[in-house]
């Protein structure tokens, strides 16, 4: 009969970081910062309004890009990146 041992030790974290946890914490810092010396040079030229008003303005414009592709690929899917569908139809 096979024996179990039982083990009282909790489950302890593992502490340790990979390489591409570093490279995703350095992207991540650096859209950060850049976000927000853009975001001061914006204000400064188109006030408040103005910079919130482009801001919502080219969100817009990313989230129906994103949309249209997403259904370009799910109607057409093919091998590769969406520069596939470029090279195949421009």
Request: a positive charge; aromatic letters at 8%.
């Amino acid at each position: 009969m096979v024996s179990e041992t039982k083990t009282t030790e909790a489950p302890t974290l593992r502490r340790e970081l990979k390489a591409r946890h570093l490279t995703m914490i350095a992207i991540g810092g650096s859209i950060g910062t850049g976000l927000f010396v853009a975001s001061g040079a914006t204000i400064s030229q188109a006030g408040p309004g103005g910079a919130l008003l482009s801001y919502i303005l080219i969100g817009l414009m990313v989230y129906f890009l994103m949309t249209s592709l997403g259904e370009l690929a799910a109607f057409m899917p093919v091998s590769g990146s969406f520069a596939t569908y470029g090279q195949n139809y421009v």
